[in-house]
């Protein structure tokens, strides 16, 4: 089993939808975890970061769910330009080692 | 600022040649690294230098070496060039390693061995 584990996708939607993407991971001792976005043939760039109680940025939330060891990212008001592939990281506590997941592509539509 | 700087973008090797990727960044960071991506899998860690002086292992060693040259500057070399090693590099850095680390990628090398 892999330790951080994406859908591949792609999701494709209209623009204007809403969009959600999950991401598990197996070690419960992972800590800090993070979304980034990586558009085709560039680099991830850093979306944000997900804390205990969520959080919000904009028309994206992040989620965090312990109990079931998965984070989640929403999108809402999908916009042409947020197609991309979004990557989940996640940093144990014990070895401070980012581990990323494969990534899910999400393609809006016009 | 320029972030992380990486050359070349683009690269054809055959079978045995050699060459060496280059990375600096100019933010001051303490940590630089340097992972392969490769469809489905993920980016994989190949190295990484905690700071300036040290480097260790990651995922993915084998056929590869580093050096951290100074604080700014962590290259990749492959030795003996094999087509398992097509892929794409990306040398990243941030400023320490920890719970709350962000990385800042450069642009990316496009590898292909022949």
């Known amino acids: 089993r892999k330790e951080v584990e994406q859908d591949p996708g792609p999701f494709n939607v209209p623009e204007g939808a809403t969009v959600a993407f999950n991401c598990t991971y197996s070690?419960?001792?992972?800590?800090?975890f993070f979304w980034y976005r990586q558009d085709c043939r560039k680099e991830p760039k850093l979306l944000m970061s997900v804390y205990s109680s969520g959080n919000e940025d904009g028309r994206f939330t992040a989620q965090l769910n312990r109990a079931s060891q998965y984070i989640s990212l929403l999108i809402r008001d999908s916009k042409l330009s947020d197609s991309a592939t979004y990557l989940c990281?996640?940093?144990?506590?014990?070895?401070?080692?980012?581990?990323f997941g494969s990534g899910t592509r999400l393609l809006v539509r016009p | 600022n320029a972030g992380v700087t990486q050359t070349p973008k683009f690269q054809v090797l055959k079978t045995g040649q050699s060459m060496t990727l280059q990375c600096a960044q100019d933010m001051n960071h303490n940590s630089m690294y340097w992972y392969r991506q490769d469809p489905g899998m993920g980016l994989r860690l190949i190295y990484y230098s905690a700071s300036e002086g040290t480097t260790d292992k990651g995922e993915v060693p084998n056929g590869y070496n580093v050096s951290r040259l100074n604080k700014r500057e962590f290259s990749l070399r492959l030795e003996s060039a094999a087509p398992s090693q097509t892929s794409v590099y990306f040398c990243a850095s941030s400023e320490a390693r920890g719970l709350y680390e962000k990385l800042f990628f450069g642009s990316g090398t496009q590898l292909s061995v022949l």
């Open positions: 070690n419960s001792a992972s800590q800090s």
């Open positions: 990281v996640v940093i144990s506590d014990s070895s401070y080692k980012l581990i």
